[in-house]
């Protein structure tokens, strides 16, 4: 028997006795924000309100988008999301999207929160797209409608896994 028949035949029976990565839990890495300063992968941000003009205009937008640079092929992603603060009452908007090299975009998951302070949630893991490449994964989080509520810091980070 040649070698490399010999070589494939104990990788079968490896992965048939267990013994392969076939079982393996996935590794995942977290993602590097784009525009971050590259010390740290996971984004602390506040909702503010909008700038409004001396005539009553609302300038600027209250929801936080932040985008995470996809570097290399996964097979899934998992998004997390942790309250630093938060106000009993209101409940704020979340929203996750999978960008691809073609321009287009998945939604992941659209929910309302009312999250405790210090209270962390994991979304996923979600597969990847067969046929797209992803680029970025964007994670939204918005304002809460009720005014009291703005201030809401809130951290967030996304992994890949392969």
């Given at each position: 028997?040649?070698?490399?028949?010999?070589?494939?035949?104990?990788?079968?029976?490896?992965?048939?006795?267990?013994?392969?990565?076939?079982?393996?839990?996935?590794?995942?890495?977290?993602?590097?924000?784009?525009?971050?300063?590259?010390?740290?992968?996971?984004?602390?941000k506040?909702?503010?309100?909008?700038?409004?003009?001396?005539?009553?205009?609302?300038?600027?937008?209250?929801?936080?988008?932040?985008?995470?640079?996809?570097?290399?092929?996964?097979?899934?992603?998992?998004?997390?999301?942790?309250?630093?603060?938060?106000?009993?009452?209101?409940?704020?908007?979340?929203?996750?999207?999978?960008?691809?090299?073609?321009?287009?975009?998945?939604?992941?998951?659209?929910?309302?929160l009312?999250?405790?302070?210090?209270t962390?949630?994991?979304?996923?893991?979600?597969?990847?797209?067969?046929?797209?490449?992803?680029?970025?994964?964007?994670?939204?989080?918005?304002?809460?409608?009720d005014?009291?509520?703005?201030?809401?810091?809130?951290?967030?980070?996304?992994?890949?896994?392969?």
């Amino acid at each position: 028997m040649s070698l490399t028949r010999l070589t494939a035949a104990g990788f079968a029976l490896g992965v048939a006795l267990g013994g392969g990565s076939a079982g393996a839990a996935p590794t995942c890495t977290f993602l590097q924000p784009v525009g971050g300063n590259g010390s740290s992968r996971i984004v602390s941000k506040s909702v503010g309100a909008a700038k409004v003009t001396p005539i009553g205009m609302a300038l600027g937008r209250t929801n936080w988008n932040t985008d995470f640079l996809v570097d290399q092929p996964y097979t899934s992603f998992k998004f997390f999301f942790t309250a630093n603060s938060s106000d009993p009452k209101a409940k704020y908007p979340v929203e996750a999207y999978m960008k691809f090299s073609d321009g287009s975009s998945l939604q992941m998951f659209n929910t309302q929160l009312n999250p405790p302070m210090g209270t962390g949630k994991m979304f996923g893991p979600f597969a990847s797209v067969p046929g797209k490449q992803a680029t970025q994964m964007n994670f939204k989080v918005g304002a809460s409608k009720d005014p009291g509520a703005l201030g809401f810091s809130y951290r967030i980070s996304v992994q890949g896994c392969r």
